[in-house]
């Protein structure tokens, strides 16, 4: 899994020692740096994909904090602008397009990347299911890791393969490969069902609304992410929270040696990529079929 060969981008980094994570010294460079190290196995989930962009220009300790879907002042032209051809007139939406693309993002101080589950290629059938596992504040870790399985397991059931990751949030991603057929309403409702038949088995452990008031001791496994114009966080994407965590894909044999949903951070995720034998999602899209 050795990121050598980085790319190198034509983009320049103006204060490239701004600090975006002050507490653990992260700057723009080093997050640049970090992109460029993992960007051979990022591509594919943020290249030529509509993004919501979730830009901190002081950092994340900074009072400016903007969640981007279009287009803002001075943008560099790295950052494309498409149109959205269920909505030709309205303003258009953003991708990259590749590594110039990604450096761009930095220097505009995007934290966090959230694609759409599709291509600007193919806008109306989904490529992936993403089933985010949201825990309550008092939920064990160990609880969450278990509901992951259990979503492998429906996947599976259905013949999809199943992948998980860190949220570098609270809690767990899993997400199916799909080979791009079924439209964005049959995929929510897959979604949706899933997460149903989890809560009505479970009751006690899952909820598939997000309730605030029963959230208590339970995982709300949120569906939504699943439907058109709805994001997740990208594999491999920062999040701008405290400790600089990643979004991490994961084998599902270390889940369990797993410390917790932040476990992975821009202090050790580079040792990581190095020293893997291989891309625990190496194989996502060649383990792609259809939602039947």
């Given at each position: ?5 980085s ?7 103006t204060h490239?020692d701004?600090l975006?994570w002050?507490?653990e010294?992260?700057?723009k460079?080093?997050l ?12 594919p989930?943020?290249v030529?994909?509509?993004l ?5 220009p002081?950092?994340?300790?900074g009072?400016q904090?903007?969640f981007?879907k279009h287009a803002w002042?001075?943008?560099n032209?790295?950052?494309e602008?498409i ?8 303003e258009?939406?953003?991708r ?10 930095v220097?505009s101080?995007?934290l ?7 291509t600007?290629g193919?806008?109306e059938q989904p490529?992936?299911i993403?089933?985010d596992?949201d ?7 160990n609880?969450?890791?278990s509901?992951?399985l ?5 996947l599976?059931t259905?013949?999809?393969a ?7 949030g609270?809690g767990l991603h ?8 079924a ?12 997460a ?5 088995d479970a ?17 709300y496994?949120?569906y ?7 994001t997740?966080?990208?594999a ?5 929270r405290p400790?600089a965590?990643?979004?991490m ?6 889940l369990?040696?797993?410390s917790g949903?932040?476990a992975?951070t821009?202090?050790?995720?580079p040792?990581r990529?190095e020293t893997?034998?291989k ?8 383990a ?5």
């Amino acid at each position: 899994m050795s990121p050598s060969n980085s790319p190198r981008s034509d983009v320049s980094l103006t204060h490239p020692d701004r600090l975006y994570w002050p507490d653990e010294g992260v700057t723009k460079q080093g997050l640049a740096d970090y992109y460029a190290a993992a960007w051979r196995f990022m591509a594919p989930y943020v290249v030529n994909r509509p993004l919501a962009l979730l830009r901190l220009p002081d950092g994340i300790k900074g009072h400016q904090r903007f969640f981007q879907k279009h287009a803002w002042k001075g943008m560099n032209p790295h950052i494309e602008e498409i149109a959205d051809p269920q909505d030709a007139d309205g303003e258009k939406l953003l991708r990259i397009g590749d590594f110039d693309g990604l450096v761009a993002l930095v220097q505009s101080a995007v934290l966090e990347i959230h694609p759409w589950g599709t291509t600007t290629g193919n806008w109306e059938q989904p490529d992936m299911i993403t089933m985010d596992l949201d825990p309550g504040e008092d939920v064990a870790w160990n609880a969450v890791i278990s509901a992951a399985l259990e979503v492998k397991a429906r996947l599976e059931t259905r013949g999809l393969a199943a992948f998980v990751k860190t949220s570098g949030g609270k809690g767990l991603h899993v997400v199916a490969p799909l080979a791009p057929k079924a439209g964005w309403s049959e995929v929510k409702d897959f979604a949706h069902s899933l997460a149903e038949s989890m809560s009505a088995d479970a009751p006690d452990k899952y909820l598939a609304t997000a309730t605030k008031a029963k959230r208590g001791g339970h995982i709300y496994i949120d569906y939504l992410r699943n439907g058109r114009g709805n994001t997740a966080v990208a594999a491999y994407s920062t999040r701008a929270r405290p400790g600089a965590p990643v979004s991490m894909p994961l084998d599902w044999e270390e889940l369990s040696d797993v410390s917790g949903p932040a476990a992975f951070t821009l202090a050790n995720v580079p040792q990581r990529l190095e020293t893997r034998p291989k891309d625990p999602w190496g194989d996502f899209f060649e383990a792609a079929v259809p939602l039947e």
